[in-house]
């Protein structure tokens, strides 16, 4: 039994999804021909109280999308250190918006309208870039999968408004927050500027992001979606797995999270683990002591047939998912106990 914790994109469409995928009815979607494409991006837009929503290859291409279009080069963004939109798509910012980025040091990687106003720039002094987008992102990947709440977020927009900011949503886990405070998907609609939200990650799609914005912003999203070579044509197969998922698959992430708090519970008994992050999700980190190297440690659990990545020289990371069961948390206690 292999059992993979290595990130939740790892997941199979489940049998349900394939008869979904297989059935869809497709046309060109750069036409803007594709019904399922349609549907999936008019869903995913009234769900969250937007005018208009596009159907991306990913949650990076969403992102990046965003970014550019609501920057122009020079220009200059507000976001954590550690947020996935700085770390993890490749420098994209400074390549796709030629816009530079203002990291503020947040707990956990959550910002508070505090730090954003000490970044923010005058925007009468001509020697500085001009502060024009701020990046959330919910849940919080390097901070162990915390999250924010609609209140939390609601002060950072009136700062944000207050000073004449865009703010963007790397939703890449929404529904894992949602699914937590029990907060509405409409109250996102209202705060954010743009959203991004991933279906591949907890909602068990193959492929698939959706931005989520004015229709203004759509239209030129989708114009800079075009010249970046991400324009699709019968995509519907991809988008009728979107709908599917949105329709079946996301309440059963609190399950994700039980089991992510189940994983915890057994960590706590490992005497090489120092510390364990505070579990709000599906997103297990833990420290190991100085003395063993993280990549020694996920090659060691990779030979007992547990798969997990490194998330520092001694950190280590385990992400559940749809495609992680009661079955293989049951075996992972037995092999970590044994360990
Ligand atoms: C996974 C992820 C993304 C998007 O990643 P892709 O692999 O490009 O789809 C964006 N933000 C966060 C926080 C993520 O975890």
């Not at 803007?32 to 991306?56: H, I, S």
């Not at 798969?307 to 075996?331: I, N, P």
Request: with cysteine; net charge negative.
């Amino acid at each position: 039994m292999i059992i993979d914790l290595r990130s939740d994109t790892v997941t199979q469409p489940t049998p349900g999804m394939r008869e979904a995928m297989f059935s869809a009815p497709l046309g060109d979607d750069v036409f803007g021909d594709d019904p399922t494409v349609n549907a999936l991006e008019r869903k995913a837009a009234t769900m969250f109280g937007m005018e208009a929503a596009l159907f991306c290859a990913s949650g990076t291409m969403t992102n990046q999308l965003a970014i550019r279009t609501h920057t122009r080069p020079g220009d200059d963004v507000i976001c954590d250190q550690l947020s996935h939109v700085y770390l993890y798509e490749g420098g994209g910012i400074s390549v796709n918006a030629l816009a530079s980025v203002s990291l503020a040091k947040g707990e956990r990687g959550k910002l508070t309208p505090d730090l954003i106003r000490e970044h923010i720039y005058s925007p009468a002094d001509p020697h500085k870039p001009l502060s024009r987008l701020v990046v959330l992102e919910n849940t919080m990947n390097k901070g162990g999968g915390c999250y924010y709440t609609v209140p939390e977020i609601a002060a950072i927009r009136r700062t944000c408004t207050e000073n004449g900011l865009l703010l963007h949503l790397d939703g890449a886990r929404l529904f894992n927050a949602l699914v937590e405070t029990g907060e509405p998907t409409e109250a996102y609609g209202q705060l954010f500027d743009s959203i991004s939200i991933c279906l591949s990650k907890g909602l068990g799609c193959p492929v698939g992001s959706l931005l989520l914005g004015k229709a203004d912003f759509i239209k030129q999203a989708r114009r800079f979606r075009k010249l970046m070579g991400g324009g699709w044509r019968q995509a519907g197969f991809l988008a009728a797995a979107g709908i599917y998922a949105l329709d079946h698959q996301v309440d059963r992430l609190k399950q994700d999270h039980a089991r992510a708090r189940r994983i915890g519970a057994f960590l706590e008994r490992l005497p090489e683990v120092q510390e364990i992050f505070p579990i709000d999700t599906n997103i297990v980190i833990f420290r190991l002591p100085e003395t063993i190297l993280a990549t020694d440690y996920v090659d060691q659990l990779a030979t007992k047939g547990i798969r997990s990545v490194t998330f520092g020289k001694h950190l280590v990371r385990f992400v559940t998912h749809h495609d992680f069961t009661d079955e293989h948390l049951a075996e992972m206690e037995l092999l970590l106990n044994r360990h």
